[in-house]
């Protein structure tokens, strides 16, 4: 490539990330697959799109460009990064260890990798572990909520109470606009016993980000804690909500080849489980006015 050729890719990977920060991922690819017509072997471009894919859940198109560009450049950090996140998504957990630690070989001071880590051994119980990893996540970006409200949950499974109560004062120093901040906070006050808190934190995140399931899921969990009438009503809702997509299907095949009317009542419930559920979180969160 010659010199000007260098200068507009520059110019193209600039307004590329512009462009995924606003999340313009159409117009995004667009910049990049320019690149890449002008420079066909450039690991940024390939990375970067990657990164789109990452973002936009296509985890098999992440995971294809990352490798496009380590042929290119086999340390090439953003696309381990990407891979590293797809593992992580998808619990492909096999795979998650081998790729973090190449990832942490070769950038050791990138701290998202010691609090997916520490995520991991928090689903082992090994808290002591966990939290020496949130630490050295801390120790990189001292200000970040998100790894102070994961150390906050990691010390109350811990029994350490007082310490949880501190660190989720400071992650909502920090920020109590992130919701996935605030639902690492909901989850440490309930196993801290503080229902309310629970509640508080998990209908906050909903406002934040109301259409992420997993949020959702957490609020209505929350509801039950804190309340007798919602543990009783949401109990069976919460059960058929938890279903994965293959249990669903295994149900389906059962009941379509054994017992049709049974089948066609499960489906009945389950969907009304799932607007019931929605429609509770909007109500509780937003009232009953339209979101805007």
Not at 49 to 77: C, G, R, S
Not at 159 to 173: D, I, P, T, V
Not at 225 to 230: A, I
């Amino acid at each position: 490539m010659n010199e000007v050729e260098t200068l507009e890719t520059r110019s193209l990977l600039a307004r590329a990330r512009q462009l995924i920060e606003w999340r313009r991922y159409k117009e995004a690819l667009q910049e990049l697959e320019q690149i890449l017509r002008m420079d066909p072997e450039n690991p940024d471009a390939m990375s970067m799109i990657a990164n789109v894919h990452l973002l936009q859940e296509d985890y098999k198109k992440a995971l294809h460009w990352t490798e496009m560009a380590l042929k290119f450049e086999p340390d090439h950090l953003i696309a381990w990064y990407v891979r590293v996140c797809v593992f992580y998504q998808t619990e492909k957990v096999k795979e998650f260890y081998k790729a973090v630690e190449h990832a942490l070989r070769i950038d050791p001071d990138e701290p998202q990798y010691y609090f997916m880590k520490a995520n991991y051994e928090n689903r082992k119980k090994r808290f002591r572990e966990a939290m020496s990893l949130l630490e050295e996540a801390l120790r990189l970006r001292p200000e970040e909520p998100l790894f102070l409200a994961a150390a906050s949950y990691t010390a109350a499974f811990s029994g350490r109470f007082a310490e949880s109560e501190q660190l989720e004062r400071q992650a909502l120093q920090y920020s109590a606009e992130d919701s996935h901040t605030l639902l690492y906070l909901s989850w440490a006050a309930r196993v801290r016993g503080d229902h309310k808190k629970q509640e508080e934190y998990a209908r906050s995140a909903v406002r934040l980000n109301p259409e992420d399931k997993q949020i959702r899921d957490e609020y209505l969990e929350a509801l039950q804690y804190s309340n007798l009438f919602y543990r009783l009503f949401l109990w069976p809702i919460m059960k058929l909500r938890k279903l994965k997509s293959w249990q669903v299907l295994l149900i389906w095949l059962v009941g379509w080849i054994f017992i049709r009317g049974i089948l066609v009542l499960f489906l009945i419930f389950y969907f009304i489980a799932y607007w019931i559920s929605r429609a509770i979180v909007h109500v509780r969160v937003f009232g009953w006015r339209r979101r805007t």
